[in-house]
């Protein structure tokens, strides 16, 4: 599986930014896909993540209510519906996924190459 994200820019505070991740082949039997992010200096951290196959959604409490994950089976692809964001959001973010059921950081099968994400104040 081959993922490819786009998306990213430069947005000022309080902005929404629409990310998307579209898989090459090979999601028939992914369970979860799923966006993470690092910030400069930081570990990369587990934003939100959705099952491929049911739609459950899953988010980190600092993104919950502000953040929507969505997919689209039939284009194999997952998007990260981003609003009110804040400067701290700043960070690169990358879309993975894994056949597993658990989706931390460790247990990803597949990532993409990142896209930036900047948040002006």
């Known amino acids: 599986v081959q993922l490819q994200a786009s998306g990213g820019g430069l947005v000022q505070a309080g902005g929404s930014l629409r990310l998307s991740c579209a898989a090459s082949?090979?999601?028939?039997?992914?369970?979860?896909m799923g966006w993470f992010r690092q910030a400069p200096g930081k570990e990369r951290e587990f934003v939100a993540a959705?099952?491929?196959?049911?739609?459950?959604?899953y988010y980190a409490g600092s993104v919950k209510g502000r953040f929507a994950i969505s997919r689209d089976n039939a284009k194999n692809t997952v998007f990260l519906e981003m609003n009110s964001l804040k400067p701290e959001d700043t960070a690169v973010y990358y879309c993975?996924?894994?056949?597993?059921?658990?989706?931390?950081?460790?247990?990803?099968?597949?990532w993409g190459k990142g896209t930036q994400v900047t948040v002006s104040s």
């Open positions: 082949s090979g999601t028939f039997n992914l369970y979860v």
């Open positions: 993975a996924a894994t056949y597993g059921s658990s989706w931390t950081t460790d247990d990803m099968d597949y």
């Open positions: 959705i099952n491929w196959r049911g739609g459950k959604t």
